[in-house]
């Protein structure tokens, strides 16, 4: 849910925009009718209509009876409060009343309805000012009292004022009709109040849909160039992966077809050094895969910093020699003589910089490699390594992407000097998971230096735990134990024979899990160990592993069972383990790693690994 919002934030920002506006609209629409009907019934004319009708309700002579307060004693009085208080209401007004003028600027009330006792009190209230509207009237000429005018004084009132005439024609009183204006006042704040959020409104709309537009332009524009990168990334891949395949075939057949023993010796190393290669390349695919997914976690082994220097120098000398480059390392005071890191993906990081620098740089170019110490925070230290080359330099616009996935330098560089254009973006991932950062600085023509830091530690007690970890690469001898091999491919069976007999075991096979769970239901107590493969026609690795855990055999639970596949994520470990294995080994087999999982399970003798 939280990934559909993420991933359509532009469609849910304009959906939930254009709703809104379209609530606003329905409810603006509806306080708008609101507000027509009322202001039709209570139009300033309508008011005036009205008072001129009321000038009729009172006579003249009937008016002139009333002139004192004692005079509201009268029947009559009341009668003529009756016939206002009908009027109003028939007229929908709140009050209907009768003035007249006193000649002193100011009038007085007369009669009224009897809507409110509190205010109108007729003749027993004090004179008024006369106002613009009454004195209009009685100037002769109707008039209605502007909107909110009357507000401060009366509470909200708009009032029509028409002249009453005696029978020479002359203005005797006047008579007033008042409605409130407060809804009218409010309609109007309503409206202008709504009319800046429909604005706003409107405006939101417009941004989002402009800001969705323009997004969507950008995603576009990205995804575009990322499907380039890719297909071109899979046409290297493709490439990359074939020419060591090729080779790999060719070489088979002149190896089969050569009656030259010398011959087929030097075909078989030329096969093993092209699937190195190709084992390095899916290496580094899966890598960074592994780093992006968040699922690569370093290892960290005690290590001597001379040493691990040493085997990035005999990793480079051939590619060094061949192009009779001039290579130094330089190691500055101060650095530890003993660390804690992750000596393989640092080694990794340094020869695919240095590898770089080989491959970019002409015949006797220098090349070199600087080790030293910028902090330390107590074990903690901050290392910086600086390889430097006087190679052809990167182009100034190159920099920017070239620690980006799939990048290279240009198409003409990728031609000419091959690669994968995944090195500095593994790199860059791992001096960051280092807690480092990596960076260039380049001339075209004159050459580039890459400097990345990590932060690794100082280590104490490293020659003992060095011990240790050495003892851990040794190849136990497994005479006298008996190893069930459950696995489908011939191929690999000869391979993992080839290796379990020179270390004195005993191999059964099986050619599937079905076959494997029966081979060792007819005999548990014969095996010490089951090499299972996951993948298998019939009953795959995981299934026939929880067969045999779910049996009634002596030793279902203990009996040590190893995935051994060419499936080497860390959610393949993690299944493997969560059915019931001991342990992991991925395909091909690394001799350390082999090594490592028979020490922990046989620890007892040992051979000196044979790689
Ligand atoms: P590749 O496998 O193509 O070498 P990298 O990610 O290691 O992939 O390098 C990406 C690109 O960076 C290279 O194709 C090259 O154009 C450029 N590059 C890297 N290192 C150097 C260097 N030392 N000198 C010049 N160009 C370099």
């Not at 991925?586 to 090594?595: E, L, S």
């Amino acid at each position: 849910m939280k990934q559909f919002f993420k991933n359509n934030s532009i469609i849910v920002l304009f959906l939930v925009s254009a709703l809104a506006v379209l609530f606003l609209a329905v409810y603006v629409n509806s306080l708008m009718r609101d507000a027509m009907t009322m202001l039709a019934y209570n139009t300033e004319e309508r008011l005036l209509a009205v008072a001129r009708s009321a000038t009729d309700l009172v006579s003249v002579e009937e008016l002139e009876e009333f002139q004192v307060p004692e005079d509201m004693e009268q029947p009559l009085y009341s009668e003529i409060k009756a016939r206002l208080s009908a009027f109003s209401a028939e007229s929908n007004v709140m009050y209907t009343y009768y003035m007249r003028d006193l000649g002193t600027g100011q009038y007085q009330f007369i009669v009224d309805n009897d809507y409110d006792p509190a205010w109108m009190v007729g003749l027993e209230s004090d004179p008024v000012d006369a106002e613009p509207a009454p004195l209009s009237a009685m100037g002769g000429v109707a008039a209605v009292s502007d909107v909110g005018d009357y507000s401060d004084n009366w509470d909200g009132i708009l009032a029509a004022y028409a002249p009453v005439y005696d029978a020479n024609g002359e203005v005797a009183a006047i008579v007033g009709v008042d409605i409130s204006d407060e809804q009218i006042v409010q309609t109007q704040k309503n409206v202008k109040t709504l009319s800046y959020v429909l604005l706003g409104a409107m405006a939101t709309v417009m941004a989002s849909g402009f800001l969705g537009f323009f997004l969507y332009k950008r995603k576009a524009r990205l995804s575009q160039a990322a499907n380039l990168a890719k297909g071109q990334f899979l046409s290297r891949m493709s490439h990359e992966i074939r020419t060591p395949l090729n080779a790999i075939i060719g070489l088979c057949r002149m190896a089969q077809n050569s009656d030259d023993p010398a011959k087929k010796q030097e075909h078989l190393q030329n096969i093993s050094i092209s699937s190195t290669h190709l084992l390095h390349l899916v290496n580094d695919i899966l890598d960074l895969s592994k780093i992006e997914e968040g699922k690569l976690e370093l290892d960290v082994v005690p290590s001597v910093t001379q040493e691990e220097l040493d085997k990035i120098a005999v990793i480079m000398a051939p590619q060094v020699a061949a192009k009779n480059q001039n290579f130094t390392m330089r190691v500055a005071p101060g650095v530890p003589e003993y660390v804690y890191c992750d000596n393989h993906h640092l080694r990794q990081i340094i020869v695919n910089l240095l590898s770089n620098a080989v491959k970019f740089t002409p015949e006797n170019g220098q090349i070199t490699l600087d080790l030293c110490l910028l902090d330390e925070r107590g074990d903690d230290i901050e290392c910086e390594f600086k390889i430097r080359d006087s190679g052809i330099g990167i182009a100034p616009e190159q920099i920017e992407k070239l620690f980006d996935p799939f990048e290279q330098g240009d198409g003409s560089t990728t031609r000419k000097y091959g690669g994968s254009g995944l090195g500095l973006a593994i790199a860059k991932q791992l001096v960051e998971l280092m807690n480092g950062h990596i960076h260039v600085q380049s001339t075209p023509g004159k050459g580039s230096v890459f400097t990345f830091t990590v932060w690794i530690k100082r280590a104490k007690d490293a020659q003992k735990e060095l011990e240790r970890e050495t003892e851990k690469t040794e190849m136990p001898d497994l005479s006298g134990k008996r190893i069930l091999l459950v696995e489908d491919s011939q191929i690999n069976q000869m391979i993992a024979e080839d290796m379990f007999v020179s270390l004195g075991a005993e191999i059964d096979t099986a050619q599937n899990g079905s076959e494997g769970t029966q081979q060792y239901l007819r005999n548990p107590s014969a095996y010490d160990l089951i090499l299972m493969d996951i993948q298998m026609p019939v009953m795959d690795g995981y299934e026939a592993t929880k067969v045999i855990r779910t049996s009634d055999a002596p030793n279902a639970q203990t009996i040590p069972i190893i995935a051994m596949t060419a499936n080497v994520f860390k959610e393949d470990i993690d299944k493997a383990k969560a059915c019931g294995m001991d342990g992991h080994l991925g395909k091909p087999f690394d001799t350390n790693a082999v090594a490592a999982t028979l020490h922990a399970l046989f620890a007892d003798k040992r051979k000196p690994v044979s790689d």
